[in-house]
């Protein structure tokens, strides 16, 4: 069973268009998360959701938006596709707790082409 | 604000040899966790040690162990025995919130 699963693996997808990931995790943890890992290797923290309320939200354009409909799901939403969005965007959880001393599990990321 | 460096961008490693990847953090909290994340081409984002900065002894998983230096904010990890699976880029991080640009580490057969 995979522990966490986003889909899809891979988007590729025209500037201004609407695109949606989502993840879901069957570990059981309260706390889930959004990164990005750009061209360069880069990853940085996005979003992080505890039992479904949002607790960080780095310096990211309101064009991305997460919905978190139970704490077991985080989707990602962008509108309006940048060439810059391209990207791989990983999909993490933690278990209870402070979410900043908690291993993060990942899901196998999905990359995002913008063309 | 908490950030964190890796100043080998590449590294590489004899196959059976042992090999060190440096981490430097900057933070002003006393209390935290430090993180080494293996990434393979495979993509997938693997946990391979954790520390605590409470704790003096350094943590051990298998042929993984760290060197934690709390007043020098220094967290780097020794490979020993390499193996071609240990190829990979590792990434240090400070709890969830900060990681480093990564190490690519290649071994040589």
């Known amino acids: 069973d995979t522990a966490v699963s986003q889909t899809p693996k891979y988007l590729v997808t025209q500037m201004g268009n609407d695109k949606s990931i989502k993840c879901e995790q069957n570990?059981?943890?309260?706390?889930m998360y959004w990164y990005k890992q750009d061209s360069k290797k880069f990853l940085k923290i996005m979003f992080s959701?505890?039992?479904?309320?949002?607790?960080i939200n780095e310096t990211v354009p309101n064009r991305f938006s997460p919905k978190s409909p139970d704490k077991a799901h985080l989707n990602l939403h962008i509108n309006s596709l940048e060439l810059g969005d391209s990207a791989v965007y990983f999909c993490?959880?933690?278990?209870?707790?402070?979410?900043?001393?908690?291993?993060?599990?990942f899901g196998n990321g999905t990359r995002l082409t913008v063309t | 604000a908490q950030t964190v460096t890796q100043s080998q961008p590449e590294m590489s490693v004899q196959e059976a040899e042992t090999v060190t990847l440096s981490c430097t953090y900057d933070?002003?909290?006393?209390?935290?966790?430090l993180f080494w994340y293996k990434q393979p081409p495979s993509r997938q984002m693997i946990l391979v040690i954790r520390?605590?900065?409470?704790?003096?002894q350094n943590a051990t998983e298998n042929r993984f162990s760290v060197n934690f230096q709390k007043a020098a904010k220094s967290f780097s990890l020794k490979i020993s025995d390499s193996q071609l699976g240990d190829a990979a880029m590792y990434f240090c991080?400070?709890?969830?919130?900060?990681f480093g640009a990564g190490t690519r580490l290649t071994v040589k057969p």
């Open positions: 993490a959880s933690s278990p209870v707790g402070s979410s900043y001393n908690s291993p993060l599990h």
């Open positions: 520390q605590e900065a409470y704790k003096q």
């Open positions: 570990l059981g943890h309260d706390t």
């Open positions: 959701y505890n039992n479904k309320e949002l607790i």
């Open positions: 933070t002003s909290e006393s209390d935290y966790y």
């Open positions: 991080a400070y709890g969830t919130l900060r």
